[in-house]
C-alpha cells in the first residue's frame, strides 16, 4: 500500500509531505483547490508521461517519492527482482526528477532506472479509476484480465498460454523452412546449371600450381633436352666423371696392399661417389625419355588451365575453391530436396499443434463463460443498493474480430450495461451519465474485492454527480471496500467522507501574490468542520455541524 508520498516543487506545491494509512483515505477541498495536483503528481511519480509545465520554480528540479510497503506474496516483488533492484525488506521507495529542460530521471531504491519500467512497477502498485478517461476499469483492455481473475482459472490460462507458446514455435519454424526453401527455389535451376558444369570440370585442389609447372616445362622442352644432354655427356665417355671415378679408384687399389690405411680411407668416399654418378646419370635418362615435345600436350594444358581460371573469374572465386563452390551448391541443392519432404512433416506438426490450442482455448473459453455468469449475477445483486435496481450489467464475450486466435485465447472480452428497461446494451465506457457509471465501476470493485489484487485503487471524484442516499450507499461500499484493500478517494460527496478513516483537506492559499496549494490532516472538530463545509458551502450553520456529526456517527455505526 501506499505510506508516503513527498512532491517538491510541483504545480502550486512548493514542499509536501503525506502519510497514509491503511482503510479509506478521503481527499477533500473545494473546488480548484488542487486536488488534482495530488493525482498529477502520483502520477508522474508512477511513470506517467510529464512535461516542463509542471515546474512551479524553473531554477529548481521537480522530485515526487512515493513510498509503498509490500508484502512478500505482491506480485511487484518478482518484478523487481527480475530487473536486479535491490529490494529493502517490505519498504519500496519510487522516485522521479524533472529538471527545468523536462527530462527526467527515475530511481527505485535509489537505483537508476527506465521510466518505461518505472511505469510497469507502477501499474502493479496503484489502479486509478476515474469517471472520465480511458483507465482502469473504463479500458475495454482491462476486461479480460478483470474477468479472468474474477473467475480464477489460472491453471486452465497457463494451458492455453503454454500451447499457443508451442504451436507459434511450430509455426515460426514452418514459416522458416518455408521461406528457406522458396528462396533456394528460386535458384534451384542456377544451381542445377551451375553444378553440372562443375562436376563436368571437376577441378581439383592444387591443381592449378600443378598445371603451371607443366606449362612451363612444356613451353621450354628444347631448352631443358639441350642442357640435359649436356649435363649427360659429362658423366658418359671415356672423359665422363665416371671413367675418371673408376680409373682413380682402380689406381687406389694397385696400392692398397701397399698402405692399406690411406688407401681404405680413398677407396670408401670414391666408391660412394661413383654410386652416386651413376644414379645421377640414370635419372637424367629417365628425364630425358620422359619429356614431352608434341605441342598438343602444352594445348590441352593451356586448355585446362584457361578453363579453370575464367570458372572461377565467373563465380567471383579463386581457383582452388572451386571445389569447395561445388560441395556448398551441392549441398544447398541437398537441401531443397529435404526441404521438400520436411515440410510436409512441419505441416502435420504445426496443424496438430494448433489443434491443441485450439482444445484449450476452448477450454478457456467454457470457464469464461461460466465466470461471466457468475460476474454478471453477483453485480446484478450489488446494484439495488447503489440505486440501480432496473439498470443491467452483460460481460460479452465473442471470438476475436481478426479471427485469428491469440496467447490469451480466442475470446474478446467487453463489459456492457443498461441503465433502464427501455434502452440498449452499451458499453460501459459511452455510458452518458457519470454518475451512473461511477456507480458501475464501484459495483464492479465489490465484486472483485476478493480476487487477491494487491494494488492501492484511487478513486478519482467517482461519486460526482449522486447525492443523498446514492452517495450514502457508494460511502458504504468505498468502506467495504478498504477492508480488503487500501482505497483512497478524491470526493466532493460528504457522505463518503463521512466514513473515511484517515481525512486530508486541500485548500489552495494566495499570499503576497503567490498562490500555493497546501493539504492537510484532520480529524475531530476539524473534520467535523470540513464535512459541515462540504453540505452547506461557504457559510457553515449549525445545521450542517449537526448534520456532519451526524454523518460521522452514523457511520461509525
Not at 466532493?492 to 478513516?501: D, G, L, M, T
Amino acid at each position: 500500500m501506499l505510506r508516503h508520498l513527498n512532491i517538491q516543487n510541483l504545480i502550486l506545491i512548493d514542499s509536501l509531505d503525506l502519510t497514509f494509512d491503511n482503510g479509506l483515505c478521503v481527499l477533500t477541498g473545494e473546488t480548484g483547490a488542487g486536488k488534482s495536483i495530488l493525482l498529477d503528481a502520483l502520477g508522474c511519480v508512477l511513470g506517467a508521461r510529464t512535461n516542463i509545465g509542471i515546474i512551479k520554480d524553473n531554477s529548481l528540479p521537480t522530485s515526487v517519492t512515493a513510498g509503498f510497503e509490500i508484502s512478500p506474496e505482491h506480485p511487484v516483488q518478482k518484478v523487481i527482482s527480475e530487473h536486479g533492484v535491490t529490494l529493502d525488506g517490505k519498504n519500496l521507495l519510487l522516485k522521479r526528477i524533472i529538471n527545468k529542460s523536462g527530462k527526467s530521471r527515475s530511481f527505485i531504491n535509489d537505483q537508476p532506472i527506465t521510466v518505461a519500467f518505472l511505469r510497469h512497477v507502477g501499474e502493479k502498485l496503484v489502479e486509478i479509476e476515474s469517471q472520465s478517461g480511458n483507465i482502469g476499469i473504463l479500458n475495454p483492455t482491462t476486461h479480460m484480465d478483470i474477468l479472468d481473475k474474477f473467475g480464477n482459472y489460472k491453471e486452465t490460462l497457463l494451458i492455453a498460454s503454454k500451447k499457443y507458446k508451442d504451436w507459434q514455435k511450430k509455426s515460426a519454424k514452418l514459416q522458416t523452412t518455408l521461406t528457406e526453401l522458396d528462396s533456394a527455389k528460386n535458384n534451384e535451376e542456377f544451381l542445377h546449371h551451375v553444378t553440372s558444369e562443375l562436376e563436368v570440370l571437376s577441378p581439383q585442389n592444387g591443381e592449378v600450381e600443378k598445371l603451371d609447372a607443366e606449362r612451363v616445362r612444356l613451353r621450354h622442352g628444347h631448352k631443358v633436352i639441350e642442357e640435359l644432354k649436356k649435363a649427360s655427356s659429362e658423366f658418359s665417355g671415356e672423359r665422363g666423371i665416371i671413367s675418371k671415378l673408376q680409373t682413380t679408384i682402380k689406381s687406389m687399389e694397385r696400392i692398397a696392399n701397399m698402405t692399406p690405411d690411406t688407401a681404405n680411407a680413398c677407396l670408401a668416399p670414391l666408391n660412394q661417389s661413383l654410386f652416386e654418378a651413376m644414379e645421377a646419370e640414370d635419372q637424367l635418362s629417365l628425364w630425358l625419355q620422359k619429356i614431352d615435345l608434341n605441342p598438343e600436350s602444352l594445348e590441352k594444358v593451356e586448355e585446362r588451365l584457361f578453363a579453370l581460371r575464367a570458372t572461377a573469374r565467373k563465380h567471383n572465386v579463386s581457383p582452388d575453391e572451386l571445389q569447395k563452390l561445388y560441395y556448398d551448391l551441392s549441398t544447398q541443392l541437398e537441401t531443397i530436396k529435404k526441404g521438400k519432404v520436411a515440410i510436409n512433416s512441419l505441416k502435420k506438426e504445426e496443424e496438430t499443434s494448433r489443434g491443441v490450442y485450439n482444445n484449450a482455448a476452448e477450454s478457456l473459453s467454457k470457464k469464461r463463460i461460466i465466470a461471466a455468469k457468475k460476474l454478471d449475477s453477483a453485480i446484478k445483486s450489488e446494484l439495488p443498493s447503489l440505486k440501480l435496481g432496473k439498470a443491467l450489467f452483460k460481460t460479452v464475450i465473442e471470438t476475436v474480430n481478426d479471427g485469428l486466435p491469440h496467447i490469451n485465447g480466442i475470446d474478446s472480452i467487453r463489459f456492457k450495461i443498461k441503465t433502464n428497461t427501455s434502452s440498449h446494451f452499451g458499453p460501459l465506457d459511452q455510458i452518458s451519465s457519470g454518475g451512473e457509471r461511477s456507480r458501475f465501476l464501484l459495483a464492479l470493485k465489490v465484486c472483485l474485492a476478493d480476487n487477491g489484487d494487491m494494488r492501492s485503487l484511487i478513486f478519482d471524484e467517482i461519486d460526482n454527480g449522486v447525492g443523498g442516499a446514492v452517495a450514502d450507499a457508494i460511502g458504504k461500499r468505498l468502506a467495504e471496500l478498504s477492508n480488503s484493500q487500501q482505497v483512497i478517494v478524491v470526493t466532493h460527496s460528504p457522505q463518503v467522507a463521512a466514513r473515511a478513516k484517515q481525512h486530508f483537506v486541500v485548500t489552495k492559499v494566495d499570499e503576497n501574490g503567490s498562490t500555493e496549494t497546501t493539504v492537510d490532516l484532520v480529524e475531530d472538530k476539524d473534520r467535523q468542520e470540513e464535512i459541515a463545509r462540504m453540505l452547506s458551502g461557504a457559510s457553515v450553520t449549525e445545521e450542517a455541524r449537526a448534520a456532519a456529526k451526524s454523518l460521522i456517527n452514523g457511520a461509525l455505526k
